[in-house]
């Protein structure tokens, strides 16, 4: 199987990457070919399960637009092509089943897979009704990963100093608006060497982050642009403050990382293509 992943410390060594016709010519081939199927699903590899898989294509059978980041579903462990990028990479850095992760969400599908992998796992929710709590507990029994909903704010995390092995955010950061004091938080809880991987609405092809909203200072949301509402597990919706661009880079270092990095993940036999997932050191 092709699986390549390349890191990208600034914008310029992506364009430059980019901008390689050959490299970029053979991607975009092997793209089209995968979205063109007709086929109602197709054999894939998924390394989370270390199973060969039948994937199914949506677009294939509601005429859909194709969407590579989060349709790309594995009926295994159901994670989202985005997912299982990246927690392939954090699983491939941290092999250590003892390691302490700690992964900002737990009414997931991913959370139940990194608890059947780290003992040491833990996960939370911002906020939840008491009935919707009660449900997302009984759905992660049934799973195999029993045990109450924590609630966390990511600003002001209750783990002590440098007490985890690594943290993992999948497109929650876009939704909290002091989101350097998130990334600072993260630097805090990691110990020295450990390993932060975040997805994020990236916009690959722009230096500065595009603020969408932002509170005033009446503590009143701001919209700079049209609400754009994300789906949620435990809520009907919540807003996105942030598409961010290449300087979350050096936000990541300011809040307190040692290293940063976009990673880009290819990979079309687990039909992957060209996802990207930050990774930083502490």
């Avoid at 890191?7 to 081939?29: V, Y």
């Avoid at 089209?32 to 894939?44: G, K, L, P, Y």
């Avoid at 462990?77 to 250590?96: K, M, V």
């Avoid at 992998?117 to 008491?130: F, H, I, T, V, W």
Wanted: proline share 6%; charged share 25%; net charge negative.
């Amino acid at each position: 199987l092709t699986h390549q992943t390349d890191r990208f410390l600034r914008r310029a060594d992506w364009l430059a990457a980019r901008n390689d016709r050959a490299i970029a010519e053979d991607q975009r081939a092997l793209s089209a070919e995968f979205i063109a199927r007709r086929a109602a699903s197709v054999s894939v590899w998924c390394s989370l399960c270390a199973d060969q898989v039948v994937m199914p294509l949506p677009w294939a059978v509601d005429k859909s637009e194709p969407n590579l980041r989060e349709a790309l579903v594995c009926p295994q462990c159901h994670l989202s092509a985005r997912a299982r990028a990246a927690l392939g990479l954090l699983h491939e850095s941290q092999p250590n089943a003892q390691a302490r992760v700690y992964l900002s969400e737990q009414a997931s599908p991913g959370y139940v897979w990194l608890r059947r992998n780290y003992l040491a796992a833990r996960g939370s929710e911002y906020a939840m009704s008491p009935e919707r709590q009660s449900a997302v507990e009984n759905w992660l029994g049934s799973h195999g990963a029993p045990g109450p909903i924590v609630f966390e704010d990511v600003t002001a995390l209750s783990f002590s100093d440098a007490s985890l092995d690594a943290v993992a955010s999948f497109d929650v950061l876009e939704h909290v608006p002091d989101y350097p004091r998130a990334l600072a938080e993260f630097a805090r809880v990691l110990r020295p060497g450990g390993q932060l991987w975040l997805t994020v609405p990236f916009l690959d092809d722009c230096q500065d982050t595009r603020v969408r909203a932002r509170i005033d200072a009446r503590g009143d949301i701001e919209h700079l642009l049209p609400a754009e509402i994300h789906g949620d597990p435990v809520s009907d919706g919540v807003l996105c403050y942030y598409h961010f661009g290449w300087d979350l880079l050096d936000a990541v270092r300011a809040a307190g990382f040692s290293e940063a990095a976009w990673c880009r993940t290819w990979a079309p036999g687990e039909a992957l293509f060209g996802l990207w997932t930050l990774r930083a050191v502490r």
